[in-house]
């Protein structure tokens, strides 16, 4: 069965403050994908990347960035020099190519506060 | 359409009653995905669709929950006798390749 973790439920920084959000995951699968989305206070799921299991590259994308590592099932989303634009609640996923088509299981969560 | 599209965006309803939900999945997609928002249980899967049948029906918490989908667009997620634990917010996600982009959801809120 696959599961996703995300051991920090919230977290408060003040502005320009550097701030990483942990994710670990569990499958069986050798082929997988991983997911960030961002969920603002408006409700509606942003897509913010994927990943799949066979590409362990490091991605930057302005002032995100994210570190995937097979060997600790692991793929953590750093935001640098964060906003207050930032404060949502950030979700970790994953899926499997099954019969389930590409469904997504998700963590639990982080709520992320910037404040001014 | 250019996105996901859903309605109602909310919907307040009495214990009991049945109610319907509907996606308006990304235009073309064939598959579709309903998840469930709730304090507590986090966002779960539903149901998935391929075209206009369902292969995965598991995440179904009731047989109180059915959904159906015709013409490979629209579907509608039908609750019966809605509980006051059916309260939730119900996303509908339409897959691009690997990635599912969400509708805004529908808030339900049963009293």
């Known amino acids: 069965a696959q599961k996703v973790t995300q051991a920090q439920t919230e977290i408060s920084v003040v502005e320009k403050e550097d701030v990483t959000l942990d994710c670990v995951y569990e499958?069986?699968?050798?082929?997988?994908?991983l997911f960030w989305y961002k969920q603002p206070p408006s409700g509606e799921l942003v897509f913010l990347i994927r990943r799949n299991s066979f590409d362990e590259q490091n991605e930057i994308s302005g002032r995100y960035s994210w570190n995937f590592q097979k060997s600790t099932s692991s793929f953590n989303f750093t935001i640098t020099a964060s906003q207050v634009v930032d404060s949502a609640v950030y979700f970790c996923?994953?899926?499997?190519?099954?019969?389930?088509?590409?469904?997504?299981?998700f963590g639990e969560g982080t709520q992320l506060t910037v404040n001014p | 359409g250019a996105g996901v599209s859903q309605s109602p965006s909310n919907k307040v309803t009495e214990k009991g009653k049945d109610v319907e939900l509907r996606c308006d999945p990304i235009?073309?997609?064939?598959?579709l995905y309903w998840y469930r928002q709730s304090l507590g249980q986090g966002l779960e899967f539903l149901i998935y669709f391929q075209g206009n049948s369902a292969p995965d029906k598991s995440g179904l918490p009731s047989d109180r929950f059915s959904a159906e989908r015709t013409g490979g667009s629209v579907s509608t997620l039908t609750i019966q006798r809605t509980q006051q634990e059916d309260s939730a917010v119900y996303l509908c996600a339409s897959p691009l390749g690997d990635t599912q982009y969400f509708g805004p959801g529908t808030r339900l809120t049963v009293l």
């Open positions: 996923a994953l899926s499997e190519e099954g019969t389930s088509g590409s469904r997504l299981t």
């Open positions: 235009s073309g997609h064939t598959a």
């Open positions: 499958t069986r699968d050798t082929t997988y994908y």
